[in-house]
């Protein structure tokens, strides 16, 4: 399910990308998509959780198909992409701010990964990259927010960016818990964990 929303991001950036007319920003932009999609080796963060999911027992195949993403997790990343297609280029920017906190919630993710599926842990190189591009990238969109929102009116755009990233955010996790945790109901065709098929 979450391989759905890490392919999108390239996209995302695209979209971010397309909406500039400053050579500057692009070039700093275009950074994300490089760590996603890799460079001419095609080794990125998309790559890299491909390895995640084959360590976790999903093949490669199934994984780059989205055999089995929850129907409401596509619909929450696709609401994500369509935020960014239909705003402006400051709440576009915007919305990427999650990133802010991202250093510390992927510090935590590892650990616990580490404690608790150790088998995952030749699958954890995306999250090892994200721990210095996440807060890189976070600091390039704040500097830009804060130079970009010049009046309330703005500014109130970009804590509304946020606030909408977050609940696209929280829809996905809803979505996964309602699947596999309570009550524990996968809609037919989506994943299903070894063992419950």
């Known amino acids: 399910n979450r391989y759905y929303y890490q392919s999108r991001i390239p996209i995302k950036d ?11 920003f692009r070039r700093a932009w275009r950074k994300r998509i490089v760590d996603h999609d890799g460079d001419e080796s095609g080794y990125g963060g998309v ?5 995640l999911a084959e360590a976790a027992g999903v093949s490669r195949e199934d994984t780059i198909a989205y055999k089995g993403v929850l129907p409401a997790v596509i619909f ?3 609401a994500y992409l369509a935020l960014v ?8 920017v915007a919305s990427s701010l999650t990133e802010l906190f991202s250093r510390q919630l992927i510090s935590l993710r590892m650990d616990r990964m580490k404690l608790h599926y150790p088998y995952l842990e ?9 721990l210095t591009q996440a807060p890189e990238d976070a600091a390039f969109a704040l500097d830009y927010v804060t130079k970009h929102a010049g009046n309330r009116e703005e ?10 990233k977050c609940e696209i955010l929280w829809a996905q996790l809803d979505a996964i818990e309602h699947a596999y945790v309570v009550p524990g109901i996968p809609p037919p065709g989506c994943f299903l964990p070894k063992g419950e098929a």
């Open 14 to 24: 695209a979209l971010v990308l397309a909406k500039s007319d400053d050579p500057a």
């Open 47 to 51: 790559e890299k959780w491909i390895q």
């Open 76 to 78: 929450a990343v696709d």
């Open 85 to 92: 297609r239909d705003s402006s280029l400051l709440v576009a």
């Open 122 to 130: 030749p699958g954890l190189a995306y999250f090892v990259g994200r």
């Open 155 to 164: 500014q109130e755009q970009v804590i509304r960016a946020l606030e909408r």
